[in-house]
């Protein structure tokens, strides 16, 4: 494997972990608002994103390379209301497929089939991703920041499992 593409695939590893860190950072702005089925939500996901880093990080090892594992930056989830906090999951979100897609480039340039095939699946996540968080901005800025609106919409998102 080039040495670029295990570099970013590296720090790849590095991005899904901090995603993990900043989806427990939204969770847990959450839990202190007092809407447990956000914070669960986000819970959820921040599991998710650990799955991400993993499926890399087997990738990586079980092609005879080497992990990092270098530390996490912090997550800044001093968020002002609910709606700030889902705009920065979406941001995230857009972030990543940006860094996935950087991923996909080096793989092509390099002939690396292998790795292509292997990024195909976070590629189809990223529209999933993009997707759910987009709907997250649009239902909150529906509803307001108003806890009593939100409150319906905290029962349905409990739900997720
Ligand atoms: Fe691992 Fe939410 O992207």
Request: no cysteine.
């Given at each position: 494997m080039?040495?670029?593409?295990t570099e970013?695939?590296?720090?790849?590893v590095n991005?899904?972990?901090?995603?993990?860190?900043?989806?427990?950072g939204?969770?847990?702005?959450?839990?202190?608002?007092?809407?447990?089925?956000?914070?669960s939500?986000?819970?959820?996901?921040?599991?998710?994103?650990?799955e991400?880093?993993m499926k890399?990080?087997?990738?990586l090892?079980?092609n005879?390379?080497d992990?990092?594992?270098n530390?996490?930056?912090a997550a800044?989830?001093?968020f002002?209301?609910a709606?700030?906090?889902?705009?920065?999951a979406?941001?995230?979100?857009h972030?990543?497929?940006?860094?996935?897609?950087?991923?996909?480039?080096a793989?092509?340039?390099?002939k690396?089939?292998?790795?292509q095939?292997?990024?195909?699946?976070?590629?189809?996540?990223?529209?999933?991703?993009?997707?759910?968080?987009?709907?997250?901005?649009e239902?909150?800025?529906m509803?307001?920041?108003?806890k009593?609106?939100?409150y319906l919409?905290?029962?349905?998102?409990?739900?997720?499992k």
């Amino acid at each position: 494997m080039d040495k670029k593409i295990t570099e970013l695939l590296d720090a790849q590893v590095n991005k899904e972990l901090y995603s993990a860190y900043l989806y427990l950072g939204i969770s847990k702005f959450f839990s202190k608002e007092g809407l447990g089925g956000f914070a669960s939500w986000y819970k959820v996901q921040a599991e998710e994103e650990q799955e991400h880093a993993m499926k890399i990080y087997d990738y990586l090892l079980e092609n005879g390379q080497d992990v990092t594992l270098n530390s996490l930056a912090a997550a800044n989830v001093d968020f002002k209301d609910a709606l700030a906090a889902v705009k920065e999951a979406d941001k995230h979100e857009h972030y990543i497929t940006k860094e996935i897609e950087k991923i996909m480039d080096a793989a092509v340039e390099h002939k690396d089939y292998r790795t292509q095939l292997f990024l195909n699946w976070f590629i189809t996540e990223q529209e999933e991703e993009e997707h759910n968080s987009g709907e997250m901005v649009e239902k909150v800025e529906m509803l307001g920041n108003d806890k009593k609106n939100l409150y319906l919409l905290d029962k349905e998102l409990g739900s997720r499992k």
